[in-house]
Nanobody, 121 residues
Framework: QVQLVESGGGLVLPGGSLTLSCAAS????????MAWYRQAPGKERELVSR???????SYQDSVKGRFTISRDNAKNTVYLVMNSLKPEDTAVYYC???????????????WGQGTQVTVSS
């Protein structure tokens, strides 16, 4: 069994910062891409940022220059540092990871439970 547990969400003023963490645990052979998605009320879930096992990163245009994704492969953990937060960043943020549980298995997607980020004055 594999679990992704997120932490770090909360309420922050516009212009403030938050750091999200997501730790994968359980029966894990290897983790390929780790990513952060978000879903605002009434909107579809969207990709915010992703990072490969080798450290290559990509970002949604609206967060470039403000958000930074990183990962600690030894801890199976991905982070999202969010600076200069805007009200439009308000959403539930979900962690996603492509995990292979055993050698020879195909990787499959796993999701965290989500953490609320609210940017408001």
């Amino acid at each position: 069994q594999v679990q992704l547990v997120e932490s770090g969400g909360g309420l922050v003023l516009p212009g403030g910062s938050l750091t999200l963490s997501c730790a994968a645990s359980g029966s894990i052979f290897s983790i390929y891409i780790m990513a952060w998605y978000r879903q605002a009320p009434g909107k579809e879930r969207e990709l915010v940022s992703r990072i490969t096992s080798g450290g290559s990163t990509s970002y949604q245009d609206s967060v470039k220059g403000r958000f930074t994704i990183s990962r600690d492969n030894a801890k199976n953990t991905v982070y999202l540092v969010m600076n200069s937060l805007k009200p439009e960043d308000t959403a539930v943020y979900y962690c996603n990871a492509q995990i292979r549980r055993r050698a020879g298995d195909y990787p499959r997607d796993y999701w965290g439970q989500g953490t609320q980020v609210t940017v408001s004055s």
